[in-house]
């Protein structure tokens, strides 16, 4: 192998998987600190993060979530999601749990959406619920950043980070709502629920 295709190897891994950039450890930690926040003009801010110097992951995908129990609801009644999200046309998968804890999330990739998701049918999972959304994921120094399009909602946008440090929580809220505030989002427009609950109010 020559320097040349080494070079080019990792930056080719990725793209295979539908990313832009290397993710570091952007996605790694049990716990994810979370804000969401309503806006107007998605445009707006993606000019703004990138004049800030904001790296695309992903750009264009469109996600679709699906939420998964028991027929006895027992993770509903335990606080827990279980979610198999497939991201089109980058061609992602993730299998990820939240819960019971506000910032809890556990997650990994997945190779096959429909087998994911016949895997969990052959333990006894049915189907809970649906949500799509077209979704940009940028990184800005320690938070990554996601701009939504959700339809019957509007767009939003959310200011995360991810650790295992669970006494570090606190504070991270405090550093992304900083940030937020240098960005432009007002504080009248955070939205403390999910894009799930919302939409079951609509319907």
Not at 36 to 56: F, M, N, Q, S, W
Not at 136 to 153: K, Q, S
Not at 177 to 197: N, V
Request: with cysteine; net charge negative.
């Amino acid at each position: 192998m020559n320097a040349k295709t080494m070079i080019a190897s990792p930056a080719s891994a990725l793209a295979r998987k539908g990313m832009l950039a290397d993710p570091g450890d952007h996605f790694k930690g049990r716990y994810e600190v979370e804000r969401k926040y309503a806006v107007d003009d998605l445009t707006e801010i993606t000019v703004r993060i990138e004049a800030d110097g904001a790296i695309p992951f992903t750009l264009g995908n469109r996600e679709t979530d699906v939420f998964l129990d028991w027929p006895d609801g027992r993770l509903a009644a335990l606080g827990k999601q279980q979610v198999i999200r497939s991201m089109q046309p980058s061609g992602r998968v993730l299998w990820f749990v939240k819960g019971p804890q506000p910032d809890e999330c556990i997650a990994t990739d997945m190779e096959d959406f429909d087998k994911a998701l016949a895997m969990l049918a052959a333990l006894g999972c049915v189907e809970a619920d649906r949500v799509s959304k077209q979704r940009d994921i940028w990184f800005l120094g320690d938070f990554h950043l996601t701009l939504d399009r959700v339809p019957g909602l509007g767009d939003f946008v959310e200011l995360a980070i991810m650790t295992d440090d669970e006494e570090s929580l606190a504070g991270w809220a405090e550093k992304i709502e900083a940030f937020a505030a240098d960005l432009g989002l007002r504080a009248g427009a955070l939205q403390t629920r999910s894009y799930r609950a919302m939409l079951a109010d609509r319907r």
